[in-house]
């Protein structure tokens, strides 16, 4: 996973960018001492890839530093134990990533990667049972609209996230 160094008060804490998590998370260790009293409740019971609850203690605003020297203020779940992430609502209002509408019959998007970014291929995520016939389907559809198309090998792969939707649309 792609990682990016952020700077917390006067320190530097490595962070990962998690396309698959909506919520940034800072684990208790990096956050100033100064800043720990503002920890507010976050009661949304949130699990790690291995379906292992996460161990949260709240939430909170933190400052934040980038490489580029910009200056922000992110909202992260604070755990005791674990690594700092950046999740998908951060990776867009940072910039991180750049995502590029393609204007075409389909109104497909593609991802248009940072100057420097090198290949990644991170393992596949097991599909839980319940999910799996629905998982096909929609792989199915995606083949069949031309929207995905079957590849052999890349060099970049990132695993699929699975979200059960509140109502029964696609």
Known sequence: MPKIRIKIGKAS???????????SSINKSDIPRELMRNIQKFEKPLKCYNNNPLKIMGQIEVPIKLE???????????????????GLKYIKELDLITFNKIENK???????LK????????????????FK???????????????????????????????????QER
């Open 68 to 86: 580029d020297g910009k200056k922000h203020l992110i909202n992260a779940v604070v755990v005791t134990h674990g690594i700092n992430i950046i």
């Open 133 to 167: 016939k629905a998982f096909a389907a929609e792989i199915k559809i995606l083949l069949d609209e031309g929207i995905i198309e079957k590849s052999k090998y890349s060099e970049w792969a990132a695993p699929i996230v699975i979200k059960k939707r509140k109502k």
């Open 106 to 112: 389909k109104n497909l998007f593609s991802l248009k």
């Open 115 to 130: 100057e420097g970014a090198t290949s990644k291929k991170i393992p596949p995520r097991t599909v839980p049972f319940h």
């Open 13 to 23: 804490h490595l962070f990962l960018i998690d396309t698959g998590s909506f919520y």
